[in-house]
């Protein structure tokens, strides 16, 4: 089997509430611009790049993907692009997006949505992709305050029938505790990875406990964050990866899919290369002592 032919049905199942997908996915953040996401000065991605990655990916079993209203450039949108390449969508796709502080039109971020706002972003999804209803949405959130009200307001219009399930992100335990008690959580979408925040470890395991999938963000990217992967990965890592044959990005991927099987992979690209590597990922099984080596980095915030 060579990458090419690696479909993410290989990474395994999860099912979102009663959605099944592939625990690989996609994130549509990295498919508007080249380099740094948000970025004033951002390069608006190639067009047809971009939508013939959305559809590769498909064609590749990715049936989760993860995008916002927010994810944009100068010239792109990535609701627009998905709504473009994949429309009419299949029937197994899911797609899920966030809602929050998002961008004023002119790229600038706003604070946190009123309940009446998060109505009104909810329907730009609606919108922008084209949809009746929104398979899954993340409240997005900055800080510590009580999400009650915000995540109210979305129990409200899943109960309307234009949400289907909801998650959250950016949270703590004590979120999820207190957006459990309003509407069932299927999934927490934080940033995690090898060495990136090795304090949310027992979080991780605690969604699994409760059938939460936990869907890490900049897994690749690590500290990078929005400027993107920076290329140095450390001794440890890369020794993994060149005993696999693959590359450090796909021994990041594959380490959150070890880390319990309700563990889902959103990795972010607008190169149609790094698609496939990525979906292949979902392949690498490593073993107990490279396992040993890989958390132990991650513990050392390496
Ligand atoms: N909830 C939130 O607050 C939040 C925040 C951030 C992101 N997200 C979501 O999480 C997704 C994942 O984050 P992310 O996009 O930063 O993804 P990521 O997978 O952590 O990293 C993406 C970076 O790694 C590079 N890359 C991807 N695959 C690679 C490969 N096989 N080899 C080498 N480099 C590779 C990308 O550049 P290339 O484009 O050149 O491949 C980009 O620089 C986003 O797309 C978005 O949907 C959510």
Known sequence: ???????????????LGDLEINRIGFGAMRLT??????ADDAVPSD?????????????????HIDTAAFYFSALRSANELINRALA??????????????????????QPHATPERLRGQVEENLRQLGRDHLDVVNLRIVGTD??????????????????????????????????????PVVCVQNQY???????????????????????????IAGAG????????????????????????????????LHRGPHVLAIPGTGNPEHLVANVA?????????ELAVLDSIHQSGA
């Open 1 to 15: 089997m060579t990458s090419e032919t690696i479909t993410a049905a290989v990474s395994g199942t999860w099912t």
């Open 88 to 109: 009419p969508y299949p029937d197994d796709l899911v797609i899920t997006t966030k809602v929050g502080p998002g961008r004023d039109p002119s790229g600038a971020w």
């Open 281 to 289: 990922a979902g392949a690498l099984r490593l073993s107990e002592d």
């Open 33 to 38: 611009q080249s380099g740094e996401a948000f």
């Open 193 to 219: 990875g090898i060495g990136v925040r090795p304090e949310h470890d027992e979080f991780v395991r605690a969604c699994g406990e409760q059938g939460v999938a936990f869907v890490p963000f900049y897994a």
């Open 146 to 183: 009580s999400i009650a009200e915000r995540f109210g307001a979305l129990a409200q219009l899943r109960d309307a029938g234009l949400i289907r399930h909801l998650g959250i992100s950016n949270v703590t335990p004590e979120h999820l505790a207190e957006a459990q008690a309003i509407a």
């Open 225 to 256: 964050r929005e400027v993107g992967a920076s290329g140095s990965d450390s001794d440890e890592v890369l020794a993994v990866a060149r005993a696999h044959g693959m590359s450090a990005a796909q021994v990041r991927l594959a380490w959150t």
């Open 47 to 63: 067009r047809g790049r971009a939508i013939s990655v959305l559809r590769r990916a498909v064609e590749l079993g990715v049936n």
